[in-house]
């Protein structure tokens, strides 16, 4: 699957359904290869997941037993987000607000200590670069929190970055290089005509394409047009949050912090977010009191001083589940159509990968080593292995 985007030869056309922060940033990569790009996104470009996103680069902390495979990607893109960032920033003179003073996982417990220092040893086991610290040093970064924390693990190298203004950036770095952005523009169909992507269908016209990417998120699956073992099982999974406002000048929080039952994300602008349920509730976008109460009183219990904040914002978005929680990247049954979804709770955290190795697959024919194992292909070989 290569292209040109050479004078002397025409140029590759690829259609992206989805305008999120994936969806963009591959349109960047591809534009500034040569490719005429055009993205079509349902709503405004960067509301979805982009959207409800706090924003954390969290490879280090978010390391959990059973998913090891994912790490090698996560750290990956972890090491590229410093000079991505630099360099969309230059290109689009927007700024992302990457913050890099790391992130602290608290315990509050004696119980919440046995458990992140087992959590730590498993870590550490891996070679990821955390440390347990003390209450009195946790205390001295972070003064405001409880007076019962009892130490925390500190990630130096998990930070984050305004997910909306990402997205802002990513939209004007590629209609910069010359990618056309339409929204809400919902793709009705992928035309697949003797196995073969051929473009899309919008408001009844078709667009052709020499390329499909489909980078629609938690409504990847919905996409209508791809037989069966072409769909990827990807789901809507629920999660709430709430955004308090600081004082900018006088915040109260400054490091990533993740407490018992919730995280707490200080901006630059002053606001903290609070965050975030788990639910599988398909695309129910209500808001619930039970779930609120349960993150604002989480973040209370780890930052008594929210409780003289103003809430400014409570959400709802929809992370884009695969099967086994690992994105879905790459090629798949259908020639001509290329898969850049299914990143969960990661999707900021791999907008680079994600867009270099898919921006190199189409422009290039090079398949990334480090996407392999997140086919399509893998999700029909574990059903046959279970047979």
């Known amino acids: 699957m290569t292209g040109s985007g050479s004078s002397t030869s025409k140029p590759m056309t690829v259609a992206i359904v989805g305008g999120g922060v994936i969806g963009l940033a591959i349109a960047w990569r591809l534009a500034l290869g040569g490719a005429r790009v055009t993205v079509f996104e349902r709503d405004a470009t960067g509301s979805g997941a982009s959207q409800a996103s706090a924003g954390m680069l969290a490879a280090c902390a978010e390391a959990e037993p059973g998913e090891e495979g994912h790490l090698a990607l996560n750290r990956a893109s972890q090491n590229l987000w410093p000079g991505f960032a630099a360099e969309l ?44 610290i003390s209450a009195a040093e946790v205390r001295r970064r972070e003064p405001h929190l409880s007076p019962q924390v009892a130490g925390a693990i500190f990630s130096p190298e998990d930070h984050q970055v305004e997910n909306r203004k990402l997205a802002q950036a990513l939209r004007a770095a590629a209609e910069k290089a010359g ?60 999660g709430q949050m709430i955004a308090l406002r600081m004082d900018a000048k006088a915040p109260i929080l400054s490091h990533v912090v993740w407490a018992p039952g919730a995280y707490l994300v200080p901006r630059r602008d002053g606001r903290l977010l609070v965050g975030a349920t788990v639910e599988e509730k398909g695309f129910d976008p209500s808001l619930t009191a039970g779930a609120q109460l349960a993150l604002l009183e989480a973040a209370w219990r780890a930052l008594p001083a929210i409780e003289e904040l103003a809430i400014e914002e409570a959400r709802a978005g929809f992370r884009p589940g695969s099967r086994d929680d690992a994105p879905i990247l790459g090629t798949g049954p259908v020639e001509g159509l290329v898969y850049a979804t299914g990143h969960y709770r990661n999707g900021i955290l791999l907008t680079p990968i994600t867009a270099r190795a898919i921006a190199d697959l189409i422009l290039h024919g090079k398949h990334d080593p480090l996407i392999r194992p997140f086919g399509l292909g893998r999700f029909a ?7």
């Open 89 to 132: 920033e230059r290109y689009s003179g927007l700024p992302l607000d990457l913050r890099t003073e790391g992130t602290l996982i608290i315990a509050l417990t004696a119980d919440d200590e046995a458990r992140l220092r087992h959590q730590l040893e498993f870590q550490t086991s891996l070679g990821l670069p955390l440390q347990w």
């Open 179 to 238: 990618a056309s952005v339409r929204e809400h523009s919902p793709v009705e169909k992928i035309a697949v005509e003797n196995g073969r992507a051929g473009g899309v269908l919008v408001a009844g016209k078709f667009e052709k394409a020499d390329v499909v990417v489909l980078a629609a998120g938690a409504w990847s699956r919905a996409v209508e047009g791809l037989p069966p073992q072409a769909r990827p099982p990807v789901r809507p999974v629920k």
């Open 381 to 387: 070989l574990s059903a046959a292995a279970a047979e």
